[in-house]
């Protein structure tokens, strides 16, 4: 009994006793997960690209091996000056996480003078106990063409803590102004622009934080947030992390090098008013409450062999009076939980979903990924000979960095999605929170190529040429009415239906970007765009489940006015903490 107590004892103290913490790094800070993705591409680091945000922690001890094995004059580590620079002013940027800050003099003070000198007054913080970070959030960015001018403003403040070993806690705030000639970003527009709820006119505040818990081995907390999953270098089809961000309890356990489990549960917004649920302001005012929405998802990681990712994961939204219990149980397969908690009452299922994604960088220099998103799976779908088919959105793309030319990369990127993903017949079981797809920014029945050529001459400095060809096929409505009262009949007519079909909207746009990081980040931005975005009559015959539209109506739909047609448009800004 003793030395059962000894095992246990000594096990508590290896578990939670690992020096860890975990605040995620937010996914609009695009070069620092730019650089990481650059040193797995080179072989430095192994790196599971699906699962995005990555924590500071995480970074910086990937930052710190790469500096280690250069350090040591390994033959297998060859940075380029601009890479070495790179390494060393982003170990600087991380100097908190990596507990590398000199010993204070008094409670508040400043990095040393060194590439970070330029700070605005960042204040960072660190005893025995506790470090932290307080940042503040300033930025502006105007953007014309011939449909007018867009100013953007947004100023805020955040604040990062790391309390001994194990614990840390994070929060932001960013109130943002619009003033112009229109929006950019509504539930329909099929842009890559990030998902507002406007509080009045074109502004919109934006709150995220959490707190998390995390040794070596396993990250958990409750936060709200934004997150990515499945590859990509031009949004992903499985979650894009456009959406604006929701509460949720997330969990990632890698017990070994080869395995890695990640897991959230998720409360969603769903615009949806609920009837029977109201309370009175007065005697004649009535309020309802939006209809609860939820969302369970996990995704399992193997490493078969070195640089090959492969991912499997499934996903359930589901929309009842409160949570259901086995939707918190990480390592299930969430359908056949739905069939047994569902069907016995001859009521309509949940919504559930299946994705893959592999990622491989067995190649030096190459990265390979692939994924896909199955909406209301059924295997028997998969079968040959079966004529109802599974709404599937599937991505393939490469990048190739440094190779043959040092300090250029090149990225290609295939989406194309079939109609009805992401959708339901029910509204509150969609692929969405706040009206805003969860996955890729076009939506169902829709298509694009991607490609981008980057330059980084200096460190900070990176020039990008980038082109996309987005197309959207025949908008349909996922109805559950057909022949006979045939629910599956109106289905299979649906899917049946050639994607995309009739093109009623397409965009084509070729773009140059010049970005330089002044500090961490914070940027000056300039993009120039020549982009043509048009909408197309649907075709004169109707089709089953087709939601009819004219030219106008379709480029109204999918696109605000100020990119409507033909454009050339200039943007230029700054900003500090995004």
Request: net charge positive; with cysteine; aromatic share 14%.
């Amino acid at each position: 009994m003793k030395r059962l107590k000894y095992l246990l004892a000594t096990s508590y103290l290896c578990i939670f006793t690992l020096v860890s913490q975990d605040i995620p790094n937010h996914i609009s800070y695009y070069r620092i997960y730019e650089f990481i993705d650059e040193l797995a591409n080179e072989g430095y680091i192994d790196l599971n690209s699906a699962v995005k945000p990555y924590s500071q922690k995480f970074i910086a001890d990937k930052l710190q091996e790469v500096h280690t094995l250069y350090d040591d004059n390994s033959q297998a580590i060859k940075l380029s000056k601009r890479q070495r620079k790179e390494l060393e002013y982003f170990l600087n940027e991380f100097a908190l996480e990596l507990n590398s800050l000199p010993k204070p003099n008094n409670y508040l003070y400043k990095v040393e003078k060194s590439v970070t000198s330029l700070l605005p007054p960042v204040i960072n913080y660190k005893d025995d106990f506790f470090r932290a970070r307080i940042t503040p959030i300033l930025g502006m960015n105007l953007t014309y063409n011939k449909n007018g001018k867009i100013d953007k403003r947004w100023y805020g403040a955040e604040f990062q803590g790391m309390l001994g070993k194990n614990i840390s806690i994070y929060g932001s705030l960013r109130d943002i102004s619009n003033t112009g000639s229109d929006v950019l970003s509504r539930p329909t527009y099929l842009n890559d622009e990030p998902g507002y709820e406007y509080t009045f006119g074109a502004d919109f505040s934006d709150s995220r934080g959490g707190i998390k818990y995390s040794n070596k081995y396993i990250s958990i907390g409750l936060m709200k947030d934004n997150i990515i999953w499945g590859d990509n270098y031009h949004s992903s089809n499985i979650i894009s992390g456009r959406a604006p961000s929701f509460p949720m309890i997330y969990l990632q356990v890698k017990p070994a090098k080869w395995f890695e489990l990640n897991y959230f549960h998720g409360w969603l917004v769903s615009n949806v008013l609920d009837s029977t649920s109201y309370y009175l302001e007065n005697e004649t005012t009535i309020h309802y409450r939006p209809a609860n929405k939820f969302i369970a998802a996990n995704l399992f990681t193997i490493t078969p062999i070195d640089k090959l990712k492969l991912s499997i994961g499934n996903s359930i939204v589901y929309a009842e009076r409160n949570i259901i219990p086995s939707y918190f149980i990480p390592i299930a397969f969430y359908k056949s939980m739905d069939h047994a908690l569902t069907k016995g009452l001859g009521v309509e299922n949940q919504n559930s979903q299946l994705f893959l994604n592999i990622s491989s960088r067995n190649l030096k220099h190459v990265h390979f990924f692939a994924s896909a998103f199955v909406d209301e799976v059924q295997l028997r779908r998969f079968l040959p000979k079966s004529k109802d088919k599974n709404p599937i959105s599937y991505k393939a793309g490469v990048n190739i960095s440094n190779f043959p030319v040092k300090n250029i990369s090149a990225v290609f990127e295939y989406t194309r999605t079939n109609i009805i993903n992401y959708k339901h017949s029910i509204p509150t079981l969609t692929w969405t929170s706040n009206s805003y797809n969860l996955g890729h920014y076009l939506g169902d029945n829709s298509e694009e190529i991607y490609a981008s050529l980057m330059y980084k001459p200096v460190r900070g400095l990176d020039l990008q040429f980038y082109y996309v060809n987005a197309k959207h096929g025949n908008e349909y409505e996922y109805i559950r009415r057909g022949m006979f009262n045939d629910t599956r009949y109106s289905i299979i007519n649906i899917i049946s239906n050639p994607s995309l079909g009739d093109i009623i909207w397409s965009n084509q746009t070729l773009g140059f970007k010049a970005t330089y990081e002044l500090f961490r980040n914070a940027y000056a931005i300039v993009k120039f765009e020549k982009s043509d975005i048009r909408g197309f009559d649907a075709a004169s015959q109707q089709v089953f489940g087709e939601i009819r539209m004219t030219a106008q109506e379709a480029l109204d739909r999918y696109t605000p006015k100020f990119y409507q047609g033909n454009n050339t448009t200039l943007s230029m800004g700054f900003s500090f903490g995004f």
